[in-house]
C-alpha cells in the first residue's frame, strides 16, 4: 500500500504566485488533514475535511484553500504565496470514531517562498 | 477546544541516561492519545498510543507511556536512550470537536542524544 502520498516533495515559489499541493490515500479513510510544521511551533492545522464533501477550518487556515475532490483526495492551494508561508507541509488521514483512530502522514512539501 | 502542551522543548542526552517526556491535554470527554517521532529529515512515524484499558502504553522501540486521567497527562518514557533515539516527539491527542473527530499535536520535544 502506498498509504499517503503528497506532491510535490519540493517547491520554490516567488511571492504571489499560486500552487496546489496534492494528498491522496488508499486506506479507504475518511478523516484528512493539512498540518504546516514550523520550528518551535510543532504541527499547527490548516484545515481538515471529516468526509468526501465538508471541510472545516483548523488553527491556521489564513491564506489557503482546500478541495474534498473525493474520499481519497484532498488538495491544498495558496492562492498568493507569501514568505511566511513558507514551511514543510504535512497531509495526513484517519479512519473517524474512537477505535483505531491513529493518523497516518505523507512524506511532506517543504515549501519555499521568495 | 481541545490542546495538548508539551512542556519540554529540547532535551540533552547521554546514551543510556533515562528519558521522560511531558504530555498534558486538555479536554474534558474520551480521548484517544499518540506519540508520534519525526527523524531528521523524515515523515511523523506513529511511536504508540492508548484507546482503552491498562493506562500503560508500551510501545516500539522500548517507549512506553503512561495515560494519568486525573492529571490528564500523557508522559513518553524509555529506561535506557540510544543515539538513534535523536528525533522529535509530538504527543497528540484525538477527541471529538465540533462533531467531528479531530488530531491535534502538541508542539513538539526535540531530542537529542549524545553518545
Known amino acids: 500500500n502506498a498509504g499517503v502520498t503528497q506532491t510535490p516533495k519540493f517547491q520554490v515559489l516567488k511571492t504571489g504566485q499560486s500552487m496546489t499541493l496534492q494528498c491522496a490515500q488508499d486506506m479507504n479513510h475518511n478523516s484528512m488533514y493539512w498540518y504546516r510544521q514550523d520550528p518551535g511551533m510543532g504541527l499547527r492545522l490548516i484545515y481538515y475535511?471529516?468526509?468526501?464533501?465538508?471541510?472545516d477550518k483548523g488553527e491556521v487556515p489564513n491564506g489557503y484553500n482546500v478541495s474534498r475532490l473525493n474520499k481519497r483526495e484532498f488538495s491544498l492551494r495558496l492562492e498568493s504565496a507569501a514568505p511566511s508561508q513558507t514551511s514543510v507541509y504535512f497531509c495526513a488521514s484517519s479512519v473517524p470514531g474512537l477505535v483505531n483512530t491513529e493518523a497516518f502522514f505523507g512524506q511532506g512539501t517543504r515549501l519555499t517562498v521568495v | 477546544a481541545q490542546s495538548v502542551s508539551q512542556h519540554n522543548h529540547h532535551v540533552i542526552l547521554s546514551e543510556a541516561a533515562s528519558l521522560e517526556l511531558g504530555c498534558n491535554y486538555s479536554?474534558?470527554?474520551?480521548?484517544?492519545l499518540f506519540w508520534y517521532v519525526q527523524y531528521p529529515g523524515q515523515h511523523l512515524q506513529l511511536l504508540l498510543k492508548y484507546f482503552s484499558g491498562d493506562p500503560l502504553v508500551k510501545g516500539i522501540k522500548g517507549f512506553e507511556a503512561e495515560f494519568i486521567k486525573s492529571k490528564f497527562s500523557f508522559n513518553l518514557r524509555k529506561p535506557s536512550v540510544q543515539w538513534s533515539d535523536t528525533a522529535e516527539y509530538f504527543c497528540?491527542?484525538?477527541?471529538?470537536?465540533?462533531?467531528?473527530?479531530?488530531?491535534?499535536f502538541g508542539t513538539g520535544t526535540k531530542l537529542q542524544v549524545i553518545p
Open positions: 479536554y474534558g470527554g474520551t480521548v484517544n
Open positions: 475535511s471529516a468526509s468526501e464533501g465538508t471541510t
Open positions: 497528540a491527542v484525538n477527541a471529538r470537536s465540533g462533531g467531528y473527530q479531530k488530531v491535534t
